[in-house]
């Protein structure tokens, strides 16, 4: 049982709330369960103590609302000036190009999320088909015969991509990638892919004007969670916690 300024907070509700909070071990899943009850706990006394009304279906208030009431009412959030989005441009230009753009083939090996038996074999055929490239196989003749994507019938050529074109989990591989043939298959939702990258044309360096918005965002954004994190900081020192030591987690309060 823990209490947060008298209010209790049961092994019940902290074992409820485990299901919001994967994690490795039972115990690091409980650890996080039971700071963000307490996080929520906290947000809602100091809400009630302002007499912040946040919506008139108290039941229907998420943390987040109380969240964003109490940072509007108590925390002053200075937004980045345009000297400091020019020197962040600057000093971190090579975040800033256009996308690159890739001329890919690919053969998918097909296996669904949830089929673990599925996926190992498929993961076992894509090395085998890479393999068999490196072997000096054809790309065209094997995405024929075993890929299932629609691409096979045009030797499984994706024509150019560029970035937001495809899962996170291919592009975010093929952009690291380089020219040749992958030597590795590439795990997404979909299976397993077989990737040959064909040709690269590098991405444009982007002036400041064209970037300057998402900078700013960026640094807006960021202010703000460090703000955020130190108010919740504040309300963990200033209560009275019993039950629950904030210092048996290393994990940052705002993910």
Known sequence: MIQVNQAVITEQIILSEMQ???????????????????????????????????????????????????????????NATLKECEHYFQQNQKRFTSSPILEVQHILLAAEPCDDEGRILAKLDAEKAIIDLMAGADFAELALRLSACPSKSDAGDLGQISRGQTVPEFERQLLLGSVGLMTKPIETRYGFHVAKINRITPGNQLVFADVQDNVASYLNEKVKRKAIAQYI???????????????????????
Do not use: C, W
Request: proline share 4%.
């Open 20 to 78: 919001y909070h994967p994690a490795d071990s039972q115990r690091e899943a409980m650890i996080k369960a039971a700071e963000s009850l307490i996080i929520s706990e906290l947000l809602r006394q100091r809400a009630q103590a302002l007499g912040l009304v946040v919506k008139s279906d108290d039941e229907n208030t998420s943390d987040d609302d109380f969240l964003e009431a109490l940072i509007a009412h108590e925390v002053a959030i200075p």
């Open 233 to 255: 900081q504040n309300l963990i020192a200033e209560a009275d916690i019993e039950g629950y030591d904030f210092n048996v987690s290393a994990q940052p309060l705002i993910q």
